[in-house]
């Protein structure tokens, strides 16, 4: 997925922790950078929160109506790897 288009309505929140220095986060980060701009234009209403801590491991959790959240693991992922795990999560509402 490229994100391209906007995401469905039942997504109610992106949430994406990483840590701000750790080569484990390295992906993650460089997701950031290169996508949260596209993200948030085709979305605006849409929640979309970085979390950067010392240490933290890199997850993206995102909220659906009715309160169900899901999560996956992204640490040592490359940038590709991060954009699909995230294009898969919020696919699977």
Known sequence: ???TKAFS????ELRILCSQTGPQSAGT?????????????LNPDLPV????ANGTPARVFARFERGVEKHAELENLSVSEVESKVAQLIGSS
């Open 1 to 3: 997925m490229s994100f």
């Open 9 to 12: 309505p039942a997504l109610r």
């Open 29 to 41: 980060r460089q997701f950031i950078l290169n996508r949260y701009a596209a993200i948030k234009d």
């Open 49 to 52: 929160l970085i979390r950067e």
